[in-house]
């Protein structure tokens, strides 16, 4: 069965510009997740959804970081005003179960570099 | 604070040879703690997992080793191949969290020479 998808793959933005990265989760996870992963570096905690409610978004660096899940499938990630700082890979994971340790199936990534 | 510190960086290891990375977690509450294995632009996918009940676990050629009073635990590779070339992170959730958000390792670069 299909996996995890992410789009896009690549994204350059302008510093100041915003940006929308999408994850498509497998079909019926409850639970959805964004990492976000630094060159060289283990991924980063950013937000936890189950079904459409946004659980935890603790890992949320500011407040230009927002993330979706309106209909508990589809979720976007969105960056307003983008900075240098925000040049990471983005990761989305599903898991089956939601509020327990399950196996955390994971996206290829958006690489997203800011100029 | 870094939550979860894993070593060596970088590994080289010949063909057959055994592939050791270690980690170490502060948080006594972390009682899930899988490794991952990351090839260049691809996302992690889980390679095995354990829970602090057992202190091994293995799974073909790969083995966790688990030491709950030191709070380390440990991957081996036994025989390793150059398919094996990868990033590996180790990671530690818990499972008391209404999340199961994950804590990860900062990762070791695995080379396994021909």
């Known amino acids: 069965g299909a996996g995890v998808s992410q789009s896009p793959r690549y994204k350059v933005a302008k510093r100041g510009q915003d940006v929308a990265l999408r994850c498509d989760p497998i079909s019926g996870h409850v639970s959805l997740f964004w990492y976000q992963q630094a060159l060289g570096q283990g991924p980063e905690f950013l937000t936890y959804?189950?079904?459409?409610?946004?659980?935890?978004k603790s890992g949320l660096p500011s407040d230009r970081f927002f993330a979706e899940r309106p209909e508990g499938s589809v979720s976007t990630l969105k960056i307003q005003r983008t900075q240098q700082e925000d040049s990471a890979v983005y990761l989305c994971?599903?898991?089956f179960g939601g509020g327990r340790i399950d196996t955390q199936y994971f996206g290829p990534g958006t690489r997203l570099t800011v100029l | 604070q870094q939550q979860v510190k894993q070593s060596p960086q970088s590994l080289i290891v010949q063909k057959g040879g055994i592939s050791i990375i270690n980690c170490a977690y502060e948080n006594t509450a972390f009682d899930y703690f899988p490794w991952y294995q990351q090839f260049p632009g691809k996302g992690p996918a889980l390679l095995i997992a354990i829970r602090p009940d057992v202190s091994e676990k293995k799974e073909g050629r790969f083995t966790i080793s688990f030491n709950k009073s030191a709070k380390q635990f440990s991957l081996h590779i036994m025989d390793s191949q150059p398919g094996d070339s990868a990033t590996y992170f180790c990671a530690a959730s818990k499972g008391s969290s209404n999340t199961g958000k994950l804590i990860f390792g900062q990762g070791t670069t695995l080379q396994v020479k021909p």
């Open positions: 959804f189950q079904n459409e409610a946004q659980l935890d």
């Open positions: 994971a599903s898991s």
